[in-house]
């Protein structure tokens, strides 16, 4: 690779610390593929499924200490700690490279270096960026080539050049006392040792598409951000595109690839994007997304042909599962597939599963398949331009506090909405499951600087966009004094979107409330959908008690995002407060709310 010489000399340096066996630049052939899965089948590291059900299909078992992603051992190593502010773990950049650097000395012995130049987002669109993800794990290499363009397309993008986003991976010894996630993002550097899982060793998703791309895209004036794209056709056949921020493991898989009910057979719902958008200002003012990635990580226990169609029929052939269980034929099978299991599976660790106890599959078990074989993809999925946002949503897992949707007033409040979310935590990244914590944007585990620069960054944007997109938050994880969800979910999703297309249209009737525009209770097209009594009404009640715990938890978070908190979240809290305490006036008044 002589007209790169960058990059051959750190991969020159970086074998001369790991000490690799052998080294391998990956070009992204096919043949090149088929050698890797061969010798994983040989070393036990895939095992084959049924080929005649799940041709080109293999199961990969992680170390069960290493299923999801580690946030406590994943640091931003800026040289001022207060660039990378209070929501993430900071080391400073020499102690990183001295403490972690140790650890990567001779890691790579008896073992092979895969070289992986890759490519986030469409080849030819001039918001792609190239990485290039150095690593001694196959599985990284064969997960990489799916979910990034891969090999000879990215080596030529960038030519000659040496500013690509620089990724050293290692699986060590696979010990959590050993794993560091560590991002350098002023030298567009991360190194990873010690775990081989997705988030935490496919360094082109995470590590790069949202903490270094968040850094750089405040520097160029752009965002990295962690949300599904979709394109919404109408009965018309125009189509609205939107993007949606959730939390990992909260739906974002499902909502893109969304089918509709038989009522809203009209309807169809485009995939564009299920986890991480790009968004630019494009040269027509408005706020275009791509898709970084070029396939599907998504979480495997919840998926069926009921709740998910479009990822079932994809998954069927090319695609790398793992911690799924797996039935006596050899096909993967996980919690939710079939309302009941077939007899005779083995676990996610490789025993007989005996029902009762522990779930077959792990709950944070994956699919890995190239965004292409989805049914619903766009035909606008790999535009160089992006699609244009007319919508963004925020949402996340809420038992209590936040109904089905509502609008924000306007971009600032938008932000500040974005700015207060919380999310009960799940399966996909290690620590309890449930708990409510604050995430804003849902980028708390993924914002690669200081959170108050963030919103900051975010209130710049939406000055800067000529139609700015309408903001809106969803929940669809509403549950009543029983634990049971208010709202089926799924492809009934689609009965918020309409509504929400309706709004960025100046229709759909709204109430004002002191948290945004709600929909009036005849707003929401619910036809077809027999909820029991009272449960809409339930789906949409701004309960002020709750509220004014929510607004105090949120108050909490923004005092430690202080003194570089904008004032114009700070206006807005006080704001949503001064509404709040109208509202518990008005009702002991009884005033009808404002119907607009
Ligand atoms: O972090 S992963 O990319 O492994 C998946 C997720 O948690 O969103
Ligand atoms: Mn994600």
């Given at each position: 690779m002589p007209q790169h010489r960058a990059l051959e000399q750190w991969v020159d340096q970086v074998a001369r610390v790991t000490r690799p066996d052998r080294i391998h630049w990956c070009d992204g052939s096919e043949e090149e593929h088929q050698v890797l899965i061969e010798g994983m089948l040989r070393d036990g590291t895939l095992i084959g499924l049924n080929h005649q059900r799940y041709p080109g299909c293999y199961l990969h078992r992680s170390h069960p200490s290493d299923v999801a992603r580690t946030e406590h051992l994943t640091f931003i190593c800026t040289s001022r700690q207060e660039d990378a502010g209070p929501t993430n773990n900071w080391m400073a950049p020499a102690e990183a490279r001295g403490q972690v650097g140790k650890l990567f000395e001779g890691s790579m012995r008896g073992r092979t270096m895969f070289v992986i130049p890759y490519l986030m987002?469409?080849?030819?669109?001039?918001?792609s960026k190239v990485g290039v993800e150095i690593t001694d794990s196959p599985y990284v290499v064969v997960n990489m080539r799916l979910m990034t363009r891969m090999g000879k397309i990215a080596l030529e993008r960038f030519g000659g050049s040496d500013s690509f986003v620089r990724g050293l991976h290692s699986l060590g010894d696979l010990s959590p006392d050993r794993r560091f996630i560590l991002h350098f993002p002023e030298e567009r550097l991360i190194w990873s040792i010690g775990s081989g899982y997705g988030g935490n060793a496919l360094l082109g998703k995470k590590c790069h598409s949202l903490r270094i791309a968040s850094w750089i895209g405040r520097e160029e004036g752009w965002l990295a951000e962690h949300t599904l794209i979709i394109g919404v056709e109408d009965p018309a056949g125009q189509v609205t595109y939107m993007a949606a921020a959730f939390p990992s493991a909260c739906g974002k898989t499902n909502l893109a690839m969304l089918v509709p009910p038989a009522e809203f057979s009209g309807y169809k719902v485009w995939t564009v994007g299920d986890d991480i958008a790009w968004m630019h200002i494009g040269s027509d003012g408005r706020l275009r997304a791509i898709n970084p990635e070029a396939g599907f990580f998504g979480v495997a226990p919840g998926t069926s042909v009921k709740t998910n169609p479009n990822i079932t029929a994809a998954v069927d052939r090319n695609t790398i599962f793992t911690n799924v269980a797996v039935t006596p034929d050899g096909e993967p099978w996980w919690e939710g597939k079939d309302p009941t299991p077939p007899d005779g599976l083995v676990d996610w660790r490789g025993n007989p599963w005996t029902p009762g106890k522990e779930p077959a599959a792990h709950p944070n078990s994956r699919f890995t398949v190239a965004a292409s074989q989805c049914p619903s993809i766009s035909p606008s999925w790999e535009d160089p331009e992006g699609v244009p946002i007319s919508a963004i949503l925020f949402g996340g897992r809420r038992a209590r506090v936040a109904p089905l949707v509502y609008q924000a007033y306007s971009w600032q409040h938008g932000v500040f909405v974005g700015a207060g979310m919380a999310s009960e935590t799940t399966a996909a990244q290690s620590g309890a499951v449930g708990v409510t914590r604050r995430d804003p944007m849902a980028m708390i585990p993924f914002c690669g600087y200081h959170m108050a620069d963030y919103f900051a960054h975010w209130l710049n944007m939406g000055a800067r966009i000529a139609c700015p997109p309408a903001i809106f938050h969803v929940n669809w994880f509403r549950t009543d004094s029983h634990g049971r969800f208010l709202w089926p979910g799924f492809g009934e999703n689609i009965r918020a979107l309409k509504w929400i297309l309706e709004r960025v249209r100046g229709q759909g009737e709204a109430v004002e409330t002191p948290i945004g525009f709600v929909p009036t209770p005849d707003a929401l097209d619910l036809d077809g959908l027999r909820l029991p009594d009272g449960t809409t009404d339930e789906l949409l009640r701004i309960d002020t008690d709750a509220w004014d715990a929510e607004q105090a938890e949120q108050g909490l978070f923004f005092d430690r995002l202080t003194p570089r908190l904008p004032d114009e979240i700070r206006q807005e809290h006080a704001m949503l407060r001064a509404r709040l305490s109208r509202l518990s006036v008005s009702v002991n008044a009884v005033e009808p709310p404002r119907a607009l």
């Open positions: 987002g469409p080849a030819g669109s001039p918001y």
